[in-house]
């Protein structure tokens, strides 16, 4: 199967972020949101980010300028009738997305691969909620997307050899590294990741050390390019704790009880770098 046309769903950080490199790889690409005002600022930051690359002579202006052209932007899920591959990248909340599924599932010509950017949630679960689980699969993109070299793919139980063999070849045709991973809660990054940043945000709320202490600890001496609390706030903290109850709920492990202090922000609204304060404060919302 030759994939030609991918449509992305969620035009937040991460789904901007995957329209961005699809399109920059040479895919037809529709951006879709129902929030209209989410699409207008998805659209504006593959703009911006594209602007960024040029600036750094890592692009041309002529590879700018066509895969800003190979982007249109829509609110309905119909655009998947018209696409090759469909990429999920809604909030981490499993209703929702199977929610999605069922109405892709529906819609999406018959040989549509459907693919979800779940950084936690089981892809046999997701793949229940349509016809075609053969056809779902786990496509876990690093925040920035345009950055970051790794994507884990996450096969469901019923997920096919031919998709796997599919999804892997675009991966590397979008210059990522895919390593492939078994249906498990968190896969392999955030299974490992999310009690680390946990335990950093147990350590703030008791007092061993400041936010920055914290963060220059394991810069410094675990050679780390971010901090955990800094690396939160990136991803967002709404984004950790809702990673954090699915492992705790899956798993049943004590040590992915998300910190009383996590949720504490999170209900405070203060949810990083989007929001303009985390665990650090930023000058303006991301």
């Not at 129902?34 to 602007?51: K, S, Y």
């Not at 041309?60 to 609110?75: F, N, P």
């Not at 599924?101 to 089981?122: H, M, Q, R």
């Amino acid at each position: 199967m030759k994939i030609e046309r991918v449509a992305v769903i969620g035009a937040g950080t991460m789904g901007n972020g995957i329209a961005h490199v699809c399109a920059l790889g040479g895919f037809g690409v529709s951006l879709v949101d129902a929030d209209a005002g989410a699409l207008e600022r998805g659209l504006a930051m593959i703009d911006r980010n594209l602007g960024r690359q040029l600036a750094k002579g890592r692009i041309s202006a002529e590879e700018r300028g066509r895969a800003l052209a190979r982007i249109d932007g829509g609110r309905s899920l119909d655009a998947a009738a018209q696409a090759d591959l469909v990429i999920e990248a809604v909030p981490e909340r499993v209703e929702l997305k199977r929610e999605i599924f069922a109405e892709l599932d529906e819609v999406a010509p018959p040989g549509t691969i459907l693919a979800s950017n779940t950084s936690s949630i089981s892809i046999t679960a997701i793949a229940a909620a349509t016809g075609r689980p053969e056809q779902v699969i786990g496509m876990h993109f690093m925040n920035p997307v345009p950055v970051m070299e790794l994507v884990e793919i996450i096969r469901g139980l019923r997920t096919s050899d031919a998709t796997t063999a599919v999804v892997m070849e675009l991966a590397r045709a979008l210059g990522k590294t895919p390593v492939e991973a078994r249906d498990f809660p968190g896969f392999v990054s955030n299974r490992i990741l999310m009690p680390m940043i946990n335990e950093a945000v147990f350590a703030l709320m008791e007092g061993v050390a400041s936010a920055e202490g914290i963060d220059t600890v394991m810069k410094l001496g675990m050679h780390h390019p971010m901090g955990p609390l800094a690396l939160a706030d990136l991803i967002g903290l709404d984004t950790c704790l809702n990673i954090l109850e699915v492992l705790h709920r899956e798993l049943g492990a004590d040590r992915f009880r998300p910190c009383p202090l996590l949720r504490q922000y999170v209900a405070a609204g203060w949810l990083g770098r989007k929001s303009g304060r985390g665990f650090h404060s930023y000058a303006s919302p991301a």
